[in-house]
């Protein structure tokens, strides 16, 4: 049972198009997290979100986490190739011990110039 | 900030040899350490937990005789591939969370190893 389902997996679009990515389980997290990864290199932190209903931006990226604290979605606005690379969203449910984090599956970005 | 390095980030190696990846937090210390595998297009899959110190804690599936971690100090862990096959060829990322009170994870560039 995949805890934190992540959608789409893939998604191919053209640069100026706008985009949402999706991360929900049925379980609570006290907080979660968003990294981007580009080929050959490691995920690299983008937003941390811990409040239930808390909204992010970082610049066209916009990061919500759900009232209940159970879901989270990534929209980027006019999406550009630079935004090329592996989504991946990451949390520890509550109901879990220890650090260890819980990853979806990821969502495979290509932005077509 | 709040980087975290590895060496080496490529290595290639015969069959039957060992190789050792190093993991380290170069502005903070870490008492908490994790090293993932992650194959092409894929999410990560984590392997152990490491805690300076103490034992690593391993998931279901890893073999802790093949994949040897070592958290030696604040600033360092190690994992040791013994004994390597192609099977074990993947590219592995470690990560070393920062602050014990939040779940985040800051992660390493990653090694890709080749085993021929």
């Known amino acids: 049972t995949q805890l934190l389902e992540q959608s789409p997996q893939f998604l191919s679009i053209q640069e100026g198009e706008n985009l949402t990515v999706y991360c929900n389980s049925s379980s609570v997290f006290s907080s979660l997290q968003w990294y981007r990864q580009e080929p050959g290199e490691g995920p690299v932190l983008l937003v941390t979100?811990?409040?239930?209903?808390e909204v992010k931006k970082l610049k066209r990226l916009t990061f919500q986490f759900g009232d209940a604290r159970k879901d989270s979605s990534l929209h980027i606005t006019a999406a550009q190739p630079g935004d090329t690379g592996l989504y991946l969203c990451?949390?520890?449910?509550?109901?879990?011990?220890?650090?260890?984090?819980?990853f979806g599956e990821g969502t495979q970005l290509t932005v077509n110039p | 900030g709040a980087v975290v390095s590895q060496h080496p980030s490529w290595v290639i190696c015969k069959s039957g040899t060992s190789v050792k990846i190093e993991c380290r937090s170069l502005?903070?210390?870490?008492?908490?350490m994790f090293w993932y595998r992650q194959f092409p297009k894929q999410s990560l899959m984590l392997m152990a937990t490491?805690?300076?110190?103490?034992?690593?804690?391993?998931e279901q599936g890893v073999e802790k005789d093949k994949f040897l971690i070592n958290h030696a100090s604040l600033t360092l862990s190690t994992l040791t591939v013994t004994s390597a096959h192609p099977e074990d060829s993947s590219f592995y990322i470690c990560?070393?969370?920062?602050?014990?009170?939040?779940?985040?994870?800051?992660f390493g560039p990653g090694t890709r190893l080749t085993v021929l």
């Open positions: 990560s070393a969370q920062k602050d014990q009170g939040t779940d985040t994870q800051y």
């Open positions: 490491s805690n300076e110190g103490s034992k690593a804690t391993y």
């Open positions: 990451a949390g520890r449910p509550l109901e879990t011990s220890g650090s260890r984090l819980t």
């Open positions: 979100v811990v409040t239930g209903g």
């Open positions: 502005d903070f210390q870490a008492t908490t």
